[in-house]
């Protein structure tokens, strides 16, 4: 581990002391995991520590653990997964934490420690269903409104639950269950009797 990272993770260490579940080095950057109910006190502190300075909230989103590297996961299956930029000390932190429900996962809003963190949050609300309290304006934002279901969810069935089409006898348009059939596609390739055969080729 470079020395630099070394650096941050003792003043993390320092200025979090016990909220600290988890920090490891990880592709070169550190992990940092706190309990839900520590999430935005951990920002804040972050953010305004002044070892550590995290001004910029640059990255935020929603993982769904359920399927995680094809094992069996045992811990909670949502989280969110923030990157923080400290430009102050030319340093980044991956901070994590897991909303304590799978049934109703809800955790703290970040917008009050970076406004940056709306936009994001919306994303993970709509793609995985993630609720984050204390976010202001907290809707879809990629997916229609009459969207059913959170499409980045690992349960999530691959030909979506309704669909959208436009009805001329109602002249609007109307939401209905997928027609889709399931089928399961097989390529077809067709070669020449022999192909690849010694000698079947001139």
């Known amino acids: 581990m470079e020395k630099r990272i070394e650096r941050l993770l003792e003043a ?14 990880a592709l070169g950057e550190l992990l940092l995991e706190v309990k839900p109910a520590d999430y935005r006190e951990a920002a804040q502190i972050l953010r305004d520590s002044p070892s550590l300075k995290f001004e910029q909230l640059i990255d935020l989103c929603g993982v769904d653990y359920s399927q995680y590297r ?18 102050t000390n030319n340093w ?5 934490t897991f909303a304590e429900d ?13 406004s940056s963190a709306s936009w994001y949050e919306r994303e993970a609300f709509d793609l995985f269903g993630i609720i984050f309290s ?13 969207f059913v279901g959170h499409p980045f969810r690992k349960d999530f069935p691959l030909s979506g639950n309704v669909e959208m089409r436009y009805d001329p006898e109602q002249k609007r348009v109307i939401y209905q269950p ?8 097989t390529p077809r390739v067709l070669r020449e009797e022999g192909y690849g055969a010694p000698g079947a080729q001139k």
């Open 102 to 114: 799978d049934g109703f996962p809800v955790v703290d809003s970040l917008t009050p420690v970076w």
């Open 92 to 96: 980044r932190i991956r901070l994590r």
């Open 70 to 87: 094809e094992d069996q996961w045992t811990g909670r299956r949502f989280a969110t997964v923030s990157q923080l930029l400290s430009i």
């Open 12 to 25: 993390v260490n320092a200025a979090l002391g016990k909220r600290v579940v988890v920090l490891k080095e």
């Open 134 to 146: 204390g976010h202001a304006d907290l809707r879809r934002i990629l997916t229609d409104y009459g």
């Open 178 to 185: 997928v027609t889709i059939e399931p089928r399961e596609t």
